[in-house]
């Protein structure tokens, strides 16, 4: 089946007020402009510069979403665009976002991304950190940013057992941060779980906006 196809047969099986993010990282232009002309506008990339330059040759209305780990050298290339960026996990690069973002006169959406997976990973706050950060003196005067919820990655495993379990979890910290930090405040309220493999189960566990790549673009 072609990307329309995909795209059709993934709609047909989420909820429609699920946020479908195309994961167009690696994707050609031409690729990203027919799952566009399906009606997609949400596209997650994972490297800046790759990303600027996509940016310059696609529709303007296109609602860009960052969803790798950024480099805090690589934000200006994306802050003047940027919808949503997925993978905060420290302090140092949110202050380099709110930094670019105020040097672009906007405010920039970000998501907290917490340590889910069973296996060893790279990034990823636990609930200690994310506490650390909003409760931090840099945090509180940051004026370009906003927090608008989570993000978090599954364990790579055929045991959905263990994934339906590290999305509950994920749950779990998005509620303890909204208790704690955003009780009142309407703009935190997205969980960003679930990829072609585990989209349906996200769901399931709360998940209000998903990641996917090899179900469209393969």
Not at 44 to 57: M, Q, R
Not at 99 to 125: M, Q
Not at 150 to 177: C, H, N, P
Request: proline share 2%; charged share 25%; hydrophobic share 40%.
């Amino acid at each position: 089946m072609g990307i329309s196809e995909n795209i059709a047969n993934i709609k047909k099986q989420i909820p429609s007020n699920i946020k479908l993010i195309a994961v167009s990282k690696t994707r050609t232009v031409s690729e990203i402009q027919e799952a566009y002309n399906t009606g997609v506008i949400l596209f997650g990339e994972n490297k800046a510069l790759e990303l600027a330059e996509k940016h310059k040759l696609l529709p303007y209305d296109i609602d860009w979403h960052f969803i790798g780990h950024l480099q805090t050298n690589k934000v200006k290339y994306i802050a003047p665009f940027i919808n949503l960026i997925h993978s905060i996990d420290s302090i140092k690069i949110l202050t380099e976002i709110n930094k670019e973002a105020k040097s672009n006169k906007r405010i920039i959406d970000c998501l907290l991304e917490f340590y889910i997976a069973s296996e060893e990973t790279k990034f990823g706050l636990e609930l200690d950190d994310a506490r650390q950060i909003l409760n931090s003196p840099e945090f509180r005067q940051m004026e370009n940013i906003r927090i608008a919820g989570v993000m978090g990655m599954a364990s790579f495993t055929d045991d959905m057992s263990i994934v339906r379990t590290e999305f509950k979890q994920l749950k779990k910290y998005f509620e303890v941060i909204k208790s704690e930090y955003f009780q009142n405040d309407d703009n935190f309220k997205e969980i960003s779980m679930g990829m072609t493999n585990d989209y349906l189960i996200a769901i399931e566990e709360g998940s209000t906006m998903i990641r996917i790549g090899t179900a469209i673009f393969s």
